[in-house]
């Protein structure tokens, strides 16, 4: 499982979490399930929102077999499990969720979206313990202030993706040093990603340099 998390908004969570998605349907004969904390995720792929999702189950009393049964198919090989209306659940449910995920048998992409220190929601909660495992992902861009936000977090990422802009001082070594976690790719600010993220391909037809710098994550 991957999960991907931001301690900023705006530094392109969810496209990354999309092209994953993307890179692990051309090589995963199991399937891809997509799973959305942020909100966006059903957007981003082009598809409608389902009508109910994870909150909705966590806020029930529902088995780990109905989880399935909240998933909406996309293209072929990736499925979505929307995020849901339910503001509030059973702190024991988090961990439930989590792994049930851990033992799909499928490539399981977690858009987290954005952790905060400070917030004490059920969301907020879920969130963080996403960012907390150990295959969580942090997406950043080379930002003093992103990494500062980070930095007041109560664990430190276990690994950056780092989102890399022309123009900035700070480079993959020092962002590194900062959070004490290793840069484990870098990938470009591309205008290509973002257009093809605003029609509603960037899972089904990701630009080729975007996903080979996607591969460096998933190593």
């Known amino acids: 499982m991957w999960s991907l998390w931001t301690a900023k908004s ?4 969810t496209a990354l979490a999309v092209g994953v998605a993307a890179t692990l349907r051309r090589h995963e004969v199991g399937g891809v399930l997509v799973v959305d904390l942020g909100g966006d995720l059903g957007v981003a792929v082009g598809a409608a929102e389902p009508p109910a999702g994870l909150t909705d189950w966590l ?3 529902s088995s780990v077999d109905a989880l399935v049964r909240l998933e909406a198919g996309l293209s072929s090989g990736v499925s979505l499990l929307g995020r849901g209306a339910a503001t509030s659940w059973p702190e024991s449910r988090d ?27 059920a969301m907020a909660r879920l969130r963080s313990r996403f960012a907390a495992l150990p295959s ?18 109560p664990d430190r990422p276990q690994a950056i993706v780092l989102v890399r802009e022309q123009g900035r001082s700070i480079d993959a070594h020092e962002c590194a040093s900062i959070l004490g976690a290793p840069v484990v790719a870098q990938i470009d600010h591309d205008p290509a990603v973002a257009r093809s993220l605003d029609r509603g391909r960037l899972l089904t037809r990701p630009p080729r340099s975007f996903v080979r710098q996607v591969r460096g994550a998933l190593r």
Do not use: H, K
């Open 95 to 121: 961990q439930l969720l989590i792994g049930a995920l851990e033992r799909d048998p499928r490539a399981v992409v977690v858009d987290v979206g954005l952790v905060t220190p400070r917030s004490l929601d």
């Open 59 to 61: 806020a029930s009393d």
């Open 10 to 13: 705006g530094v392109g969570c």
């Open 136 to 153: 969580a992902l942090m997406v950043s861009r080379a930002c003093y202030l992103g990494l500062r936000r980070a930095l007041e977090l």
